[in-house]
């Protein structure tokens, strides 16, 4: 047997990123969003909606929602956060049983944990899954190429 790959948790990563369960927090994400007033996409729509602000160089713009994990970026003025969603994830568990955070029950807190736990099992199984494609097709050309 090969050495095995370990696979690093990295903690501190992973409670900054259950904090995002919470409006606020990704509220507090949006410290340098370009899109401000008389826009429709502003922090606090896009809080509200499940996103939170991932800017990178290339994407300034591009946020992340907590539940499915869908990553958008892009935005114009006009667009309206909920409805990005909607369009992009119509199946993201947040959108479909969608509230406001205040008539959140425990219950229904303790759901959407074990909704996010799913989201992320399936995102890690279709990553794994496009990865062994990928490397399919690496050995199906290589032996191609020895026939
Ligand atoms: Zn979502």
């Known amino acids: 047997m090969g050495a095995e790959k370990e696979e690093n948790i990295d903690t501190e990563a992973e409670l900054e990123e259950f904090a995002m369960h919470f409006e606020a927090n990704r509220l ?15 922090p606090q729509k896009l809080a509200e909606a499940g996103f939170y602000h991932i800017p990178s160089e290339q994407e300034p713009d591009a946020v992340r929602c907590f539940m499915c ?13 909920m ?3 909607k369009k992009h994830a119509p199946k993201c568990p947040f959108i479909k049983h969608w509230k ?35 490397q399919a097709e690496e050995v199906r050309k290589q032996m ?3 026939a």
Request: glycine share 2%.
């Open 83 to 85: 409805s990005e969603h």
């Open 69 to 81: 994990l869908k990553e958008l970026d892009g935005w114009e003025p006009d667009d309206d956060p």
């Open 144 to 146: 191609e190429l020895l």
């Open 28 to 42: 507090d994400s949006f410290k340098d969003w370009p899109f401000l007033e008389d826009c429709s996409c502003v």
């Open 100 to 134: 406001p955070e205040e008539e959140y029950t425990v219950t229904d807190f303790i759901k959407s944990i074990a909704e996010r736990q799913q989201a992320r099992v399936k995102r890690i199984a279709e990553t794994k899954i496009k990865e062994f494609k990928q």
